[in-house]
């Protein structure tokens, strides 16, 4: 039997009927065509569909729908404002850390995730929250680089604005 959620979804409000057992990642990739996030393993071990939910990263593929209900979702979307990227996305790029792409979205997500959470966040916290996600192309020297850089942008941005 369907249900009904709602939720915010890259600053739109949704409300739809959907099966109680579907899994964000149908729902994101299949139902709204926000294909930017990714599926790998369908497990919860690549990263590659993380998403950020009420502020935290979470797997797309092991979290239902029901627990988006009432909540605010940000995928690697709306982390953007129109043209100009995020300066989690900026400084990635300028590491080097992105080649053939296929896990920057979620490694995106939980680093945005991680600096919102906790902007000064140590460098094991940044690695730790790295580890869960796999990548075969960068040897994460660079996606490391790019997170250390990011943050240090982040922090800049917070002490302009006191």
């Known amino acids: 039997m369907k249900k009904s959620v709602t939720f915010n979804i890259n600053g739109q409000q949704h409300s739809l009927d959907v099966e109680p057992e579907l899994k964000l990642i149908d729902l994101i990739r299949e139902q709204l065509n926000l294909t930017g996030t990714k599926r790998g393993c369908d497990n919860g071990t690549c990263g590659s569909c993380v998403v950020i939910l009420n502020g935290r990263a979470v797997k797309s593929c ?3 729908v029901e627990k988006a209900d009432g909540g605010n979702l940000v995928t690697v979307e709306g982390l953007s404002d129109g043209t100009k990227l995020h300066v989690v996305q900026e400084a990635l790029i300028q590491s080097g850390a992105i080649q053939c792409g296929f896990c920057t979205p979620g490694i995106l997500t939980e680093m945005v995730a991680l600096f919102d959470q906790k902007p000064k966040a140590s460098e094991e916290e ?14 994460y020297e ?4 790019g997170a250390l850089k990011a943050q240090q942008q982040v922090l800049n941005f917070e002490s302009n604005k006191l």
């Open 62 to 64: 092991t979290t239902s």
């Open 126 to 139: 940044i690695i730790t929250a790295l580890n869960k996600h796999l990548c075969r192309c960068t040897g």
């Open 142 to 145: 660079p996606i490391i680089e």
